[in-house]
């Protein structure tokens, strides 16, 4: 099997998994009950907390255990509104974000708020000029992806924290789930209040993740009962899932922080130069975009249909995001990009983990050659 399809969800690490099943065995008390059990549990997830706090290097209690990228980026968009609305409802994102952004701010609007969508470059960016040029007296809120699910395109969030720091009633949240472990993120002292990260895309597990909530960003909380996780995301803690989550976190950090780990940007690179030879592509991901990300578009042919001849040959990848893969209209980010509706409806996405080969990019370019090929002589 050749598993391109990696920013959809990546196969969990055999040790996170051992990880979680050892924890569900022996420390499956409640961390909030006061008998010993509970206790250690309680410690247990309080070692996770600290530790998943050093590895993206914040304080210990600006980490808030979430079950993955949309509850977080739900908790981080809602929470702040929610609690800051008597000041201002006005929100900034851009116009080619994950569902879990975009559905959330559209969601928002029949609720009152406003909401600006700055338009994206080619390469699907904004500047922190932009940014702050769409700053007005009522706004509260700027929401957006770090790297970009479908294409790749990395936002320059650490400027825009930056400039935002001169405007200290705005708060600034990071979409960081495409990112972490692949390309380098800063939070402290960069002007970014909350950031959204997931397990199961770093070979962790479903259902786990971490909000990172500056300790001056406040949170009108979504789920109400007993004041878990700082009030702010109330219900029974999945100590398991919080210590699974930090073992890949470290693991993928290891693989991050590894000087002569350049398979990611080999495996890019590779690919790139393939399909930027093939003249029935169109590639929409940005040169210098993540090295993980490739996107590229076949006209005139379904994406349905290659990814059913590739998967024929146990060679797996995606159209867009995962979680509107199944919509069969086009892609909101690439026409965003100002791609025309032929090149935004056939998009496919090649996204790689550390674990893939050059071997397997060599196998997965033959068999789209053949794919493309056949479709032709079909219509022939």
Known sequence: MIYLDNSATTKPHPDVIDSFTKVSTHYFANPSSIHPLGGQAEKLLETARRQAADLIGVPKEAVIFTSGGTEGNNTAIKGVVLEHQSRGKHIIT?????PSIHDTCKSLEKLGFEITYLPVSTDGTVTAAEVEQAIRKDTILVTMMHVNNEIGSIQPVEEIGNVLKKHPKVLFHVDAVQGLGKVPLTLDDTGIDLCTFSGHKIHGLKGTGLLYVNHTAKLYPLLHGGSQEAGIRSGTENVAGAVSFVKALRLIKEKQNNPQNYIL????????????????????????????????????????????SLSQKDIYISTKSACSSRDQTESHVLAACGKTNEIASSGLRVSFSYENTEAEVDAFVEELQQAIQQFKQVLR
């Open 94 to 98: 851009t116009g080619a974000e994950h």
């Open 265 to 308: 940007k080999s495996l890019h690179d590779k690919l790139m130069q393939a399909l930027s030879q093939m003249e029935d592509i169109e590639i929409n991901s940005p040169e210098q975009g993540a090295s993980h990300i490739v996107h590229f578009s076949v006209p005139g042919v379904k994406p349905e249909v290659i990814i059913h």
